[in-house]
């Protein structure tokens, strides 16, 4: 299985700020996904990190809001810009490698974000 | 799009007793139906999974079964331990298409002593 380190794994904000989650994998991996866990909630798909290209967004989330990257197969990056108290949330990088006998789908520990 | 139900939201069982967690899903292109784990203040870990190719998987004392006539799976614990309480998290996902994961909205296990 993939190991993901996620950086930071908390942090406490000022609202109107920005911060900037990073993902790493110990492998080459084809698919990276960005999902946000409100507390209690079940986890909501944010977007699928593209490399090379813009990030797929799901309905509800904008790329001025949550700008990210992937510029290889191993790495990507998301922003959570211009922070209020509502962004408040746990947020999980995920990867998967996708094939006939090998698919697959791993988590992050997570990065509980609080804007105050 | 795809969307998953998951019940109960909330399970007691007796220590030792079987669990049983119900998803149901959408979308019957669906061909990958995996189970994830989440202890307090971690990620989802992936205990089993299933693909639409097979109707039961089973791995020590967890066990996945899928109807795909009914668009409906459901999660197997038996002899139940305190370390299996957690939320359960069931998904869909159509890989063969690239795309993503859709959850249920978790159910949260309690095994009493």
């Known amino acids: 299985s993939a190991v993901i380190s996620q950086k930071p794994s908390r942090d406490i904000c000022q609202r109107g700020t920005s911060l900037t989650i990073q993902c790493q994998v110990d492998?080459?991996?084809?698919?990276m996904f960005w999902y946000r866990q409100q507390p209690g909630q079940s986890l909501t798909l944010i977007a699928t990190a593209n490399q090379g290209s813009e990030a797929t967004y799901e309905s509800g989330f904008v790329i001025d809001k949550f700008p990210i990257s992937r510029p290889n197969l191993t790495f990507s990056t998301l922003t959570v810009s211009n922070m209020s108290p509502e962004d408040s949330s746990i947020y999980l990088c995920?990867?998967?490698?996708?094939?006939?006998?090998?698919?697959?789908?791993?988590f992050g520990q997570g990065t509980r974000l609080t804007v105050v | 799009g795809e969307n998953v139900e998951q019940h109960p939201s909330t399970l007691s069982v007796q220590e030792g007793d079987s669990a049983v967690i119900k998803c149901t899903y959408s979308?019957?292109?669906?061909?990958?139906f995996p189970w994830y784990k989440q202890e307090l203040g971690k990620g989802p870990q992936l205990i089993i999974d299933i693909r639409s190719n097979v109707g039961e998987k089973k791995d020590q004392r967890i066990a996945v079964t899928l109807n795909k006539t009914a668009k409906h799976f459901s999660l197997h614990i038996t002899e139940t331990q305190p370390e299996d309480s957690a939320v359960y998290f069931c998904?869909?996902?159509?890989?063969?298409?690239?795309?993503?994961?859709?959850f249920g909205k978790g159910t949260r296990l309690h095994i009493l002593p």
């Open positions: 995920s990867v998967a490698q996708w094939g006939v006998t090998d698919t697959e789908a791993f």
């Open positions: 979308d019957s292109a669906s061909n990958y």
């Open positions: 492998s080459q991996v084809t698919m």
């Open positions: 998904a869909a996902s159509r890989p063969d298409r690239d795309d993503k994961i859709i």
